[in-house]
């Protein structure tokens, strides 16, 4: 019967055929997985800083100590399970010669120095911040990564815990290609 | 002693009252203050999507309104400082969207459909029309 009603108005299919389309479209878009975590910085330069130093809190580090060679960025914070996690492939980027610099969200500086002391320390530069740098770089939560060239320019940015895929496939290449330019400026 | 007991309850909400004060807006001046209480409404906080800067007590919210308060004491202005925020964490921290070549058919799909609804209806209502009169 009902077959038979739409086969003598066939126009009336049209209405129908897009609303099945735009079911089955709006039903495969809710299990995609969010959009990629690799992003292109909203924020294009390092912002201008002066906070103070994890190891030394009597002294600060400033944007300039952090310029002048290429290096990665990566925003953590020693009570957030995720950031632990990429520890070891940290120490083991550090231990290839990469450069890492931290920025220290929130943090409690004597209980991370301890925990870097038991378990190893990549970084170069361990900033302790509260939020400002944070909020000017446009991160959203820890941990998050940035790699930055020699003059501050952010190559990339990436949300969430580093994998060694991400690491391999995205940030590596691209660390050896601002190397690379900045070699040849020079 | 009884005083002291009865009285209780409200020297515990007296304690309270400076926690909240960290984030004081109360120190900017009343346009200040309105500029802060439209930027809060306005914008909503990167980590939950659904709640505003206002509404939300996360960290990220947090540290984005002690942004707000400072650069407002800084004198700041508030187009200024909304362009800042956009420009960090992008357009969807907005929650009007401006209209622009991206966003036009967001904004104007809903009038769209509307008139291709009013036009269906209109057709429709004329054809019957039509054949009523030959009935």
């Given at each position: 019967?009902?077959?038979?009603y739409?086969?003598?108005?066939k126009?009336?299919?049209l209405?129908?055929l897009?609303?099945?389309?735009?079911?089955?479209?709006l039903?495969?878009?809710?299990?995609?997985?969010?959009?990629?975590?690799?992003?292109?910085s909203q924020v294009?330069?390092l912002?201008?800083?002066?906070?103070?130093?994890?190891?030394?809190?009597?002294?600060?580090i400033t944007?300039?100590?952090?310029?002048?060679?290429?290096?990665l960025v990566?925003i953590?914070?020693h009570?957030?399970t995720?950031?632990?996690?990429?520890?070891?492939?940290l120490?083991?980027?550090k231990?290839?010669g990469?450069q890492?610099?931290g920025?220290?969200y929130?943090?409690?500086?004597?209980?991370v120095?301890?925990?870097?002391?038991?378990?190893?320390?990549?970084y170069t530069y361990?900033i302790?911040?509260n939020g400002?740098?944070t909020?000017?770089?446009?991160?959203?939560?820890?941990?998050?990564?940035?790699l930055?060239?020699?003059?501050?320019?952010?190559?990339?940015?990436?949300?969430?815990?580093?994998?060694?895929?991400?690491?391999?496939?995205h940030?590596?290449?691209?660390?050896?290609?601002a190397?690379?330019?900045?070699?040849?400026?020079? | 002693?009884?005083?002291?007991?009865?009285?209780?309850?409200?020297?515990?909400?007296l304690l309270?009252?400076?926690?909240?004060a960290t984030?004081?807006s109360k120190q900017?001046n009343?346009?200040?203050?309105?500029?802060?209480h439209?930027l809060?409404?306005?914008l909503?906080?990167?980590?939950c999507p659904?709640?505003?800067?206002?509404?939300?007590?996360s960290?990220?919210?947090?540290?984005l309104?002690?942004?707000i308060?400072q650069?407002?004491?800084d004198?700041?202005?508030e187009?200024i400082?909304?362009?800042?925020?956009?420009?960090?964490?992008?357009?969807?921290i907005?929650?009007?969207?401006?209209?622009?070549?991206k966003?036009?058919?967001l904004?104007?799909?809903?009038?769209?459909?509307?008139?291709i609804?009013?036009?269906?209806?209109?057709?429709?209502?004329?054809?019957?029309?039509?054949?009523g009169?030959?009935d």
């Open positions: 019967m009902m077959t038979d739409f086969f003598q108005h126009r009336l299919l209405p129908f897009i609303f099945i389309s735009l079911v089955v479209f039903y495969h878009q809710l299990n995609q997985q969010p959009t990629t975590h690799l992003r292109p294009q330069y912002p201008q800083f002066e906070l103070p130093n994890t190891f030394d809190l009597q002294q600060t944007t300039q100590q952090i310029l002048g060679k290429t290096a990566h953590w914070s009570w957030c995720e950031c632990t996690i990429t520890h070891p492939l120490m083991q980027i231990k290839q990469y890492i610099h920025i220290l929130r943090s409690d500086a004597h209980t120095k301890n925990w870097l002391q038991i378990q190893g320390n990549p361990l302790l911040d400002s740098l909020t000017s770089l446009g991160v959203k939560g820890t941990p998050e990564t940035f930055i060239d020699a003059t501050g320019h952010i190559i990339l940015h990436y949300r969430g815990a580093l994998t060694h895929h991400i690491w391999q496939e940030f590596q290449p691209m660390y050896e290609q190397t690379h330019s900045t070699q040849i400026k020079k | 002693m009884m005083l002291l007991i009865q009285s209780f309850p409200l020297i515990m909400f309270c009252m400076p926690a909240n984030l004081d900017l009343s346009s200040q203050q309105s500029s802060y439209s809060t409404h306005e909503r906080c990167p980590s659904n709640q505003s800067l206002a509404d939300s007590h960290m990220i919210a947090l540290d309104k002690k942004v308060i650069q407002l004491k004198k700041k202005d187009k400082i909304r362009k800042n925020l956009v420009s960090q964490y992008g357009p969807s907005e929650y009007r969207p401006p209209v622009n070549k966003t036009w058919f904004w104007f799909s809903p009038f769209i459909l509307i008139c609804g009013i036009i269906c209806i209109i057709r429709i209502r004329r054809r019957h029309h039509v054949r009169a030959y």
